[in-house]
């Protein structure tokens, strides 16, 4: 057996524990790639907070992880443009229905990942940074252009084409906020954003026209006022509670669909065992209260909503034309930039934990990172 180390969850809610692995072997139209660097995603403590509540397909024991970048090791039948010693970053799905959620899961040295799902990183860019696009940047963009979502036009996908269609970012700052801010724009699309006074600079940098402190009572009023007399083309709602103002904006400037990244309550809002408890009783009450309310209020107004799972793209054309026509030659000549900046917090698979329970604290326009050495 080849050796190889994991991060494990060996049951829903257990902390992770670093062991042995076997090292994946390269599937068709897969890659192998030596982690030199992963993310930790709200995903993750999603996951471990919530046992099989939404991943009930899970086999455990399992190994997580979305967000990997290093070198290829191998490189299995019916891949094209690949090769040993690339170095890359990439989406791993383990956790997916129907995925080796061992061998596909992104916290460990050594992992298989779909070829076309996986980028060259250029020379010049280091791979913690580049490490912190994969789940990030897949949500962005199946909520801006699957069908199902927001469904806006790709085809001209870093042509610098203009519209004058508007697009609606509701939180900006976080990492499917910054990537969707790009993506938007890189496809023809105006951007009007919402974030924190203190991520202002940035947001625009990144592409948004305007953007508006979500915390301000009169927020709603503002980006309505703002987008006056542009066609709405859709609104994407990411973070926890943003769905209802989002709605609002939508009804208010006629847009007709609402993708949502985020739920309307914290996950994290409960303790991390198994069984019945007050507050996760008062979580699902809320969830379901609240989600039953939006359901009403959007279809009262002519408004689709709905929930991005980012995956989607592994199979539809999305996926493709982000992942192979677009994001190469965008990070290699600087279009699109890697967001948000990381935050290295440790060295070795066992810092994971750490950083997954950092996150459930809370983080804003940050992306904690994990770097390993080279196996040999």
Same mark, same amino acid.
């Given at each position: ?25 390269? /599937? #068709? ?21 919530? /046992? ?53 899961? /992104? ?55 203009? %519209? ?7 939180? /900006? ?23 924190? #006074? ?18 301000? #009572? ?12 542009? %066609? ?23 847009? %007709? ?12 809002? *409960? #303790? ?26 959007? %279809? ?23 992942? *192979? ?11 699109? *930039? ?39």
């Amino acid at each position: 057996m080849k050796t190889n180390r994991a991060a494990w969850i060996d049951a829903p809610y257990a902390d992770l524990v670093v062991r042995e692995s076997e090292r994946p072997a390269a /599937g #068709p139209n897969q890659v192998v790639v030596e982690v030199r660097a992963l993310a930790v995603n709200p995903l993750d403590a999603i996951v471990q907070s919530n /046992g099989r509540v939404m991943y009930r397909w899970l086999p455990y024991p399992v190994v997580m992880g979305e967000d990997v970048a290093g070198v290829i090791v191998e490189v299995g039948e019916d891949v094209v443009g690949f090769g040993a010693g690339d170095r890359v970053v990439a989406y791993a799905m383990g956790l997916e229905k129907g995925r080796d959620a061992v061998g596909g899961g /992104g916290f460990q040295a050594y992992v298989a990942v779909e070829a076309a799902l996986t980028s060259p990183v250029p020379d010049s860019m280091a791979l913690e940074d580049a490490v912190v696009l994969p789940l990030a940047f897949s949500t962005a963009a199946a909520g801006l252009f699957e069908e199902a979502q927001l469904g806006l036009d790709y085809s001209r996908l870093g042509a610098a084409a203009n %519209r004058d269609d508007v697009v609606v970012v509701w939180g /900006g700052a976080t990492s499917v906020g910054g990537n969707a801010i790009q993506l938007a724009r890189a496809a023809g699309y105006r951007v009007v954003a919402t974030a924190s #006074p203190r991520h202002h600079g940035r947001i625009r940098r990144l592409g948004a026209e305007e953007v508006y402190d979500y915390r301000d #009572p009169d927020v709603v009023e503002q980006v309505v006022a703002g987008v006056r007399g542009c %066609r709405v083309a859709g609104v994407l709602a990411v973070a926890v509670g943003s769905a209802e103002p989002c709605v609002k904006i939508a009804r208010a400037t006629g847009a %007709r669909r609402v993708a949502m990244a985020s739920p309307p309550v914290s996950f994290y809002d *409960q #303790p991390r065992r198994a069984g019945l408890s007050l507050a996760r009783l008062a979580l699902f009450a809320r969830l379901g209260l609240r989600s039953a309310l939006l359901q009403v209020r959007s %279809r009262i107004a002519g408004i689709a909503p709905s929930f991005i799972w980012g995956s989607s793209i592994a199979t539809s054309p999305v996926g493709p034309a982000v992942w *192979q026509s677009y994001l190469p030659t965008a990070l290699a000549s600087g279009i699109h *930039q890697t967001f948000p900046p990381p935050k290295i917090v440790g060295d070795d698979l066992s810092a994971i934990q750490g950083a997954v329970d950092t996150l459930r604290d809370g983080m804003s326009a940050e992306k904690l990172v994990i770097t390993l050495g080279a196996t040999g």
